[in-house]
C-alpha cells in the first residue's frame, strides 16, 4: 500500500547541486516514520547516504557530511536530499526507503532517481 516515488535526479557539473524529492504515498503521517536516502552506483554496493529517524534526528555517510542535507516535510509527505557541492563520485541512482510505524527495518522503496555528476 505504502508507494514511495523519488524525483529531481539529473546531470549536474562537479561544484554543482540538486535537490531529490521523495513522495510518500499510504502513511497516515511519516512524521513517526524512518526515512533513508542510499545510493548505488555500477559495480558498487549500496551505500546508506543520509537517514532521518521516529524523531528527526539524522546521519549522514562520512563521504556526504557538510555537503548533503536531509529533511523531511510531515504535511506534505516529502522526504528531500539538498546535495551540493556534487563530486563525479556521488554519481550513482539514489533511492528513498522507508520503515513502518515504531518499526527500524526499511521496508518499502522508491524506483529510484539518476544522478550523473561530471
Known amino acids: 500500500h505504502v508507494q514511495l516515488v523519488e524525483s529531481g535526479g539529473g546531470s549536474v557539473q562537479a561544484g554543482g547541486s540538486l535537490r531529490l524529492s521523495c513522495a510518500a504515498s499510504?502513511?497516515?503521517?511519516?512524521?513517526?516514520?524512518?526515512m533513508a536516502w542510499f545510493r548505488q552506483a555500477p559495480g558498487k554496493e549500496r551505500e546508506g547516504v543520509a537517514y532521518?529517524?521516529?524523531?528527526?534526528?539524522?546521519r549522514y555517510a562520512d563521504s556526504v557530511k557538510g555537503r548533503f542535507t536531509v529533511t523531511k516535510d510531515n504535511v506534505n509527505s516529502t522526504l528531500y536530499l539538498q546535495m551540493n557541492s556534487l563530486k563525479p563520485v556521488d554519481t550513482a541512482m539514489y533511492y528513498c526507503?522507508?520503515?513502518?510505524?515504531?518499526?527500524?527495518?526499511?521496508?518499502?522503496w522508491g524506483q529510484g532517481t539518476q544522478v550523473t555528476v561530471s
Open positions: 499510504g502513511y497516515t503521517s511519516i512524521q513517526y516514520i524512518e
Open positions: 526507503a522507508a520503515s513502518r510505524l515504531r518499526r527500524d527495518e526499511y521496508k518499502y
Open positions: 532521518v529517524d521516529a524523531f528527526t534526528m539524522t
